[in-house]
Each structure stands twice: as structure tokens, then as C-alpha cells.
């Protein structure tokens, strides 16, 4: 199999989801890499076929020739290479010629003509893309793209992207043609490169590959198989599902994506039409084959399934363990631990219990509380979220005890409260709002003990373990399911080998990449572990250079959640970009504030490197573009700082000398960076709360500096929170359900706020 078996347990209820597995197949229908053109050959006497898929490219340029490429818009696990590079020629004689592509035969939908360049300064300055119904003897334009703008360097923004859709004649013709014609060189040797030339499915239509769509069990969709692909159908075992009820069980729902594909079912080794498949009552040990062939038997997959009998568990079992919180500060939230909670045959609710400092929820995200009720009495592996919520500067050691009639069992549970993890007077003096604010910033943090790189290998030891000693992964590990992969501290180090898999070893990322400010190992900022972190190293490749953004379609997507594509901010910078899983949104974000107030001095100079003008608007402050300044603020929002930062915060402080602000004080990036007419003496009008309804935490957004007096009251009129707040923010994660009226106080005026949760 391509992939580990996969242990899948439903239950006959399906009180909860099951993960899909990956799909390894893509929608490219054609690609040329151009990595290996023909030496001698450039002007190509026969067509050139296509890297991956069936299509053919041709071209009546005089004068091509070959350059480096790139790995922008190219397919995971290639080579940067060379490239298709057709040249102005004797007196411009290539202007208005052509590279033409017969694309693969499809009998419905639409595809998607994509390709990375570059030009010279005299090189073409314009491409065309045409179609021909007719074997190219009529074309008609489908768009014209100004490419004058373009520099002689690969990047993200010179990205060309082409929806093909419901052309003339475009379905099962092998008469239909796309081309790309250039024009506008004003030299012999002015030029414009193309590398990575692809075309993609839309969504619904895969040509040259088929996958299964899902299973249903009850109606319900709970498991799909485009993750497993069988080697070898007479050994390799495929998947186990896992069933304890396996009348609920029908496994009918297949669906092909290609009209062109066939499905062939055999059910312990006996080939069933699909209308006899439904009638089958399937027991203990049974084996389901599907194989599904598209038009050419080059292209076939096999899946595997064998049903098992789950065993139900009696009583009340607990798996995954608890560790040790660590130090958390007082009326501060720690990160999320889980553990597993199974029972069977139980004749009453259980009721869990967690001692004092710790709050429970069977939702990540939010509804914590000291003690829940359940009332489903059959369950296996519910995930049970615990946090560490200290009010007192003391050691917590205690247990979450799970009850119900004479049945009872605990896990233990510990963590430390403690006053705070700055130290006292380190911001003594630092007041204001924006350029000011930030300058001072700079002034506090700007002189730093230098460490190697070596030295950072090392750090990751103290700042960035996770509860169960294993690394924290910046771009990997998942908070509230199992982590794809996890990483052993020195073991899974990065050994200097290339790597085509995720999961394979760490590395050192650089969240503001070195090529942005033309850097070397001998720069301060090399090794400034304020903006570096541990990655998966094929990660931490496929992020490259490309700006951190938000991605709608993603064209490479990791094993958790992590996507490289276009950037969805298109109106002002439609680029290539990465972006986190939300998790670490807010974390990345604070890192590269603290690199703008850092550098603030050099920032500056940056302007040409790398992404950099698409990223930075030239000065010291604010530095960053509009588009880019807000998405970062949001990331730092709705991702607040975390006991992980915080710590790291302090372990890098204890080796470098300086800490990053932002952390310490969250609240300061919005008077650094918020709009400088802001003034504390229209706060009632400015004054936001958000999100309604409620979430984990309630957000004041506004810039004062000192205090508010929050009171909240429940719909009876009982205050149920009173305190100053300083940070503008208030966890509400344990706030039952209802409405709430939050009145907020500030210099003799206040203001109410109506609350929902």
C-alpha cells in the first residue's frame, strides 16, 4: 500500500466523525516540466510530450534555448531544472509566434492553463492564449496578459492562470488546440521563460485518473477511500475497518469521477454487480476489493477493505495520557491536552469531574467546565479536552474522575501557577501609540547576544517540547487530533538528506526568509530565534520564500492542514503564498512583528529582495502593506498568544537577552499599528467586542493605556465576572450558555455591551 492500514472504528449510532484519508492523486491532466528538452533539439522536430498525462506541445520559434527554472507552479517532488525559453531572434523575427498545446481528450468540464515566467528587460512583452477548433486552422483570443511589468527573476506574481471552460468544440475533439503567442521583443536575445506549464481538472472531472468519491454507513458519509491504493491485491492486506454493528453497514456509495471509469466490486474474491452488493449482509472477516480502471489500463486503482468485529468496551476505559502542564500564569489558559474516553454497558450518565484549576470539554475549541455529564452509554475513543486554567501561585496536582452508578476512574492531572513570566521593569518607561511606541520597542529589544546556528538545534530543546517531550512543530502538530507525524528532540534532526515525504525529519524555518533581507550566516538575524522555529523539512521546502497569505485553492496541501497557493487578497497581490493551519496564524504573525520592530532600521533597505515589494512599503513603519498589515493583525487576534509562545518567550529571553513584545503584551501591536488618530478620549465610539456569539475567549479591541473595569452580569442580574482588565481580553470558555450584559468602565464613563454565548 501506499500508505499505513488505516483502523477505523464506527459505531452503530455514529455519534462522531472519522478522518478521510489523504487522497495521493492530484487533478494535473498535463504537465511539462521542461527539465530534460531535447539538447540538441530545441526547435523540437517532433512534438513533446508531456511529463505527466497524454498532451503534446509544438512551436514554430526560431531561436529557443534553455535556462535555470523554477519550482513556482511546479508539481511536489520535481526539480527546479530548466525551462522553455524562446528568444526575440534576428530583427525580432519571433514576435507573434507561438507554443501550442493539443491537450488530452476530455468529455466534459473545464481545466485550468497555468504557467511560471520571466523576461528580460528587451523580452517580449505581451502573450496571447488562443483556441482552435479546427487542427489551428481558425483562432480565436481567449485573453491577452501584459507581461512588461515582469522582472528577470522568478517569482510568485508572475504566475500566469487561464480558465479553459465551454469552448467551441472543446469536449472529446482531437482537432482542439490551445497556443501562446508572444510579442513585443525589441532585441535578438530579449526573452521570456516558461517552466511548469500545466493543466488542471476543475473540480468534478478527473481525465486521466479515477478516484472513489465515499462509503456510507447508514446513509452517512464516514469514510473515504481515495487515501488507500493497494500494490499488490494478493498480499497486501488494505485497510480494516472496524464495525460493531454491521447490519448498519452497506459500503454501496462509490462514485467515479471520470464518466469514463468502471468499478468492479468483488466481495471475497467473487466479482458482484453493485445491485447485488446492496443485498449483502456482511459479517466478521469479509473482504471488499474495488477496482476501478479509467480509459487506458495504465490507469487502474485497487482498494482493499476488511470488516472486522469491533470489541465494545464494558464499563469505563481510558487511553492516551495526560502530562504534566508545566508552568502556566495565574488567571492565564494553558495549551489544550486530550485524552480518550470509552465505555460500554453503562446503565446510568457518567459524569466527569475535574479538581480544582482544570476545565473539561468534548470541544476543542470551546464550552469548558469543571465537570460535564454525558448521556450516550456506548461510546469508543471520544476525545476528552482538558486545560489548565491556574488561579493561585501554587503547585495543582489533582485528577479528572469519571462516575457513574459504583463505577468511578480517574486520570491525574498536575501543572503550576505562577506570577508571570516577564520580568519585573523590563518595559519600565514604554508608553504611546504607533511610530513612537514601535521606536521605543526598538530601542529595548535592539541589542541581543548573537548564537550560532548550532545554538538553535540546542534551544529547541528548552523552548519548544511539547507536553509529551516531543518537538513542537510550527507548521505540524495538531492541537486538538493526533499530529500526522511527531519528532523526537536530536534523533529526527535534520541529517542533511533530501526528502520527498512529510514526517521524515525537523529542520530550522526562518518565518521571515533569509533571501528577503539578502542575508547571511553571519547576520545577526540568521540566527534570531524570535522568527525561527521548528519544521518538517519537506514543509518548511514547500513554504520556500512565498509570503505567509490566505490560500482558497490550494495547489499543494500538507498532512496538516498547512496549503501553498494563490493568494486570495488577489486585488492587490495575486501571487503565490503559505498558509498555516490556524493554529499557528497568530504565532507567525507576532514573529514577524517582532522582526519589523527588530530590524526597524533595516527594514528599509529590504525593498528589493526576494517578495519584499509585495510585502513591504519601503518605510520603517508601518512597514508592511496595507493588504498583508491586516491579515497579520486578524492571524493575531483570533490566534491569541498561548502558554507554548509564552514559555519559548522566556527561553529565549534567558539565551538572547530580548524578548518579542508582542507576546508579553498583546494589546501593544494594535497601539503600534493601529491608525494613529485613535485617542483615548473617543474610546466609547471605537470601543469593539468580538466574537458574539461567544467563543473561548471575548476581545476588546482598543487602544488605552491603563485599565478597564469590566463587570458582566447574567440574565438574572448576577454578576458573574468583575475585574480590571489590562490585557483586552477575557476567557469566557467556562461561561454556560445565555445572554449577558458586560458593562466596561473607563475614566468616569462606561458603556454596555449585550453578550451571547
Not at 517532433?46 to 526560431?62: I, K, M, Q
Not at 503567442?181 to 517552466?195: E, H, L, P, Y
Not at 483570533?638 to 530580548?658: C, F, H, M, T
Not at 473595569?709 to 482588565?725: C, T
Request: with cysteine; aromatic share 12%.
Amino acid at each position: 500500500m501506499k500508505q499505513p492500514n488505516l483502523i477505523l472504528k464506527i459505531v452503530a449510532v455514529l455519534a462522531f466523525n472519522l478522518p478521510v484519508p489523504t487522497c495521493l492523486h492530484s487533478q494535473t491532466i498535463a504537465y511539462w516540466n521542461f527539465n530534460n528538452l531535447p539538447s540538441q533539439d530545441l526547435n523540437w522536430s517532433s512534438p513533446l510530450s508531456a511529463d505527466l498525462g497524454t498532451a503534446l506541445l509544438t512551436h514554430n520559434f526560431d531561436n529557443v534555448v534553455s535556462f535555470g527554472g523554477t519550482m513556482i507552479n511546479g508539481l511536489e517532488g520535481e526539480q527546479a531544472g530548466g525551462s522553455f525559453c524562446p528568444q526575440g531572434g534576428s530583427g525580432s523575427i519571433n514576435n507573434g509566434r507561438w507554443l501550442a498545446i493539443s491537450p488530452p481528450l476530455i468529455p466534459s468540464g473545464s481545466y485550468t492553463l497555468s504557467y511560471a515566467g520571466r523576461r528580460t528587460g528587451t523580452g517580449f512583452t505581451s502573450q496571447r492564449i488562443d483556441y482552435s477548433s479546427n487542427g489551428g486552422q481558425d483562432w480565436t483570443t481567449l485573453k491577452t496578459i501584459d507581461i512588461s511589468a515582469w522582472e528577470n527573476a522568478w517569482k510568485s506574481g508572475q504566475l500566469v492562470e487561464v480558465v479553459v471552460s465551454d469552448l467551441p468544440g472543446m469536449h472529446n475533439n482531437p482537432d482542439f488546440l490551445l497556443r501562446i503567442v508572444v510579442d513585443g521583443a525589441s532585441s535578438t536575445s530579449g526573452n521570456c521563460r516558461f517552466d511548469n506549464l500545466r493543466l488542471e481538472a476543475a473540480e468534478g472531472f478527473i481525465s486521466t485518473e479515477s478516484r472513489l468519491k465515499s462509503w456510507l454507513v447508514g446513509g452517512v458519509e464516514v469514510l473515504g477511500l481515495s487515501g488507500i491504493e493497494v500494490a499488490d491485491a494478493q498480499t497486501d492486506p488494505g485497510a480494516v475497518l472496524e464495525l460493531e454493528d454491521f447490519s448498519t453497514f452497506a459500503g454501496t456509495a462509490l462514485t467515479a469521477l471520470s464518466s469514463e471509469s468502471q468499478i468492479d466490486f468483488q466481495l471475497n474474491g467473487i466479482y458482484l454487480e453493485p445491485s447485488e452488493l446492496e443485498l449483502v449482509s456482511f459479517v466478521d472477516g469479509d473482504v471488499l476489493q474495488v477496482t476501478v480502471s479509467a480509459e487506458s489500463p495504465q490507469y487502474k486503482t485497487v482498494y482493499k477493505l476488511v470488516l472486522r468485529q469491533a470489541s465494545f468496551v464494558e464499563g469505563i476505559q481510558i487511553s492516551r495520557e495526560l502530562y504534566p502542564f508545566r508552568e502556566v500564569e495565574a488567571g492565564k489558559v494553558s495549551d489544550v491536552q486530550f485524552y480518550y474516553l470509552s465505555v460500554g454497558g453503562l446503565t446510568e450518565d457518567i459524569v466527569l469531574q475535574a479538581s480544582e484549576g482544570f476545565l473539561i470539554s468534548l470541544d476543542c475549541d470551546a464550552n469548558y467546565q469543571a465537570s460535564l455529564q454525558i448521556s450516550d452509554r456506548e461510546f469508543n475513543n471520544m476525545p476528552v479536552y482538558v486545560r489548565f486554567v491556574p488561579n493561585e501561585l501554587k503547585d495543582y496536582k489533582g485528577s479528572i474522575i469519571h462516575r457513574t452508578g459504583e463505577l468511578e476512574t480517574e486520570i491525574n492531572i498536575s501543572g503550576k501557577g505562577i506570577s508571570s513570566f516577564v520580568p519585573d521593569n523590563y518595559y519600565l518607561g514604554i508608553d504611546g501609540k504607533g511610530k513612537e511606541l514601535m521606536l521605543q520597542l526598538h530601542q529595548l529589544i535592539n541589542e541581543h547576544t548573537v548564537l550560532s546556528y548550532g545554538d538553535i538545534w540546542t534551544l529547541f530543546g528548552d523552548a519548544d517540547l511539547k507536553f509529551n517531550g516531543k518537538i513542537w512543530d510550527v507548521y505540524g502538530t495538531l492541537e486538538c487530533e493526533e499530529s500526522p507525524y511527531e519528532y523526537t528532540l536530536y534523533t529526527d534532526q535534520d541529517k542533511g538528506v533530501d526528502v520527498t515525504e512529510e514526517g521524515r525529519f525537523y529542520n530550522r524555518e526562518h518565518s521571515w526568509p533569509v533571501s528577503w533581507w539578502g542575508g547571511s550566516d553571519a547576520d545577526t538575524m540568521y540566527t534570531d530565534v524570535h522568527h525561527i522555529f521548528p519544521s518538517d523539512k519537506l514543509v518548511n521546502s514547500m513554504r520556500s520564500n512565498f509570503s505567509f497569505g490566505e490560500v482558497e485553492l490550494p495547489q499543494w496541501l500538507s498532512l496538516n492542514g498547512s496549503r501553498l497557493g494563490t493568494n486570495v487578497y488577489g486585488s492587490v497581490f495575486d501571487g503565490m503564498v503559505f498558509e498555516p493551519q490556524d493554529s499557528y496564524k497568530g504565532d507567525l504573525a507576532r514573529a514577524w512583528f517582532y522582526v519589523l520592530t527588530r530590524y526597524m532600521h533595516l527594514s528599509p533597505s529590504w525593498s528589493t529582495q526576494g517578495m519584499i515589494p509585495d510585502i513591504l512599503d519601503g518605510s520603517s513603519w508601518p512597514a508592511l502593506k496595507p493588504w498583508i498589515l491586516e491579515m497579520l493583525i486578524q492571524w493575531h487576534h483570533e490566534d491569541p498568544v498561548s502558554q507554548k509562545e509564552a514559555l519559548r518567550n522566556r527561553e529565549i529571553y534567558s539565551l538572547q537577552g530580548n524578548r518579542n513584545p508582542y507576546i508579553d503584551n498583546p494589546e501593544w501591536l494594535d497601539r503600534v499599528f493601529d491608525s494613529a488618530s485613535a485617542t483615548e478620549g473617543v474610546w466609547l465610539t471605537s470601543l469593539r467586542a468580538h466574537p458574539i456569539p461567544l467563543q473561548e475567549w471575548l476581545y476588546l479591541d482598543i487602544n488605552l493605556s491603563s485599565p478597564l473595569m469590566v463587570d458582566v452580569f447574567d440574565s438574572l442580574g448576577r454578576k458573574v465576572y468583575s475585574q480590571e482588565v489590562s490585557g483586552k481580553r477575557i476567557y469566557t470558555g467556562a461561561w454556560p450558555s445565555g445572554i449577558y450584559i458586560m458593562l466596561v468602565r473607563f475614566q468616569g464613563e462606561q458603556q454596555t455591551i449585550k453578550l451571547v454565548k
